[in-house]
C-alpha cells in the first residue's frame, strides 16, 4: 500500500514512441508464431515494422513452408521440446527451414528457434526428435536450469547483428541444452565473474540460447533487415 501510495506522488513519464527510420527496401520477414514458438519481445517486434519490414507469421507445426517472398527469418523462443514429434513429423517445413538458412537467407533464432535448427531435438521424455539439422548438434533434456538470468553478450567477430567488439543485452532461461552452444559471443552476468561462451553466427545466422531485445540496439536490428534486403534483392535480380 505505502508503495501505490509513494508511485502517486511521482511525475508522469513523457515516453513517446521512438521515431525508427525507414529502410530503403522493404522486406517480409516470415516470423514463427503458434504453441511451439510463441515468447517475443513485443517491442522487437514493434522496431522491426517500424523499421520498414512486413512482418508474416507462419507455423513450423501446421505449414508446409516457409511463406513466400521473404528475405529473412525469426524463430523465437518457446516450447519446441513440448511438441518435438509434432515438428519433426514436418519434414517439409524443416527442409524449407533449412534449404533457406544454407542458401543464405539471414535469419535470428533465439532458444527454442535455436532448439529447433539442431540436428535432432530430445523431447519431454528424453525421445530424441530429428529437427531442421542447420546446426550440427543436439538438444538435450537437462533437469535443471542451465543458464538463468540476464547477461551481456559481446561479439568476437563481426556476424549478422553487430561487429566484433560491440554488445548485445540478452536473458536465458532454459532446462535444455546443446552439445555445441556456440562461440561467437561472451556471455557476462552482471555484477559477478561469471561468464560463458555462446552463440553460432556464421554470415547469415544468429543462433543462440539467449533472447534479445533489440530495442535496446537498434542498430542491431537495422543490420537484420539490410541483409534481408540485401538478400531479397539479389534474388530477385538472379530471378
Not at 76 to 93: D, F, K, V
Not at 143 to 169: I, M, R, W
Not at 182 to 208: E, I, M, Y
Amino acid at each position: 500500500d505505502f508503495l501505490i501510495q509513494l508511485s502517486k506522488t511521482a511525475e508522469p513519464l513523457n515516453v513517446g514512441v521512438p521515431d525508427y527510420p525507414k529502410t530503403q527496401y522493404p522486406v517480409r520477414i516470415a516470423v514463427a508464431q503458434d504453441c511451439a514458438f510463441c515468447f517475443y519481445y513485443s517491442d522487437t517486434l514493434r522496431l522491426l515494422e517500424n523499421a520498414g519490414a512486413e512482418l508474416v507469421t507462419f507455423s513450423p507445426l501446421t505449414d508446409p513452408v516457409l511463406p513466400e517472398n521473404i528475405g529473412g527469418v525469426y524463430l523465437g523462443g518457446g516450447y519446441p521440446e513440448i511438441y518435438a514429434s509434432r515438428l519433426s513429423q514436418n519434414h517439409t517445413m524443416l527442409t524449407s527451414v533449412k534449404h533457406a538458412i544454407k542458401s543464405g537467407m539471414p535469419a535470428i533464432a533465439e532458444c527454442g528457434g535455436f532448439l529447433y535448427l539442431h540436428r535432432t531435438l530430445q523431447d519431454e521424455k528424453g525421445v530424441p526428435h530429428p529437427m531442421a539439422g542447420v546446426i550440427e548438434a543436439d538438444a538435450v533434456k537437462t533437469e535443471k536450469l542451465s543458464h538463468f538470468g540476464y547477461v551481456t553478450l559481446t561479439a568476437k567477430q563481426d556476424n549478422l547483428l553487430c561487429q566484433a567488439g560491440e554488445s548485445l543485452p540478452a536473458h536465458e532461461f532454459h532446462y535444455w541444452n546443446s552439445t555445441d552452444c556456440g562461440d561467437t559471443f561472451t556471455a557476462q552476468k552482471p555484477l559477478r565473474c561469471t561468464s560463458w561462451q555462446c552463440v553460432h553466427a556464421p554470415k547469415n545466422l544468429w543462433a543462440g540460447f539467449p533472447h534479445l531485445y533489440l530495442p535496446a540496439v537498434p542498430q542491431a536490428a537495422y543490420r537484420f533487415l539490410k541483409a534481408a534486403s540485401d538478400y531479397r534483392k539479389e534474388l530477385t535480380t538472379c530471378i
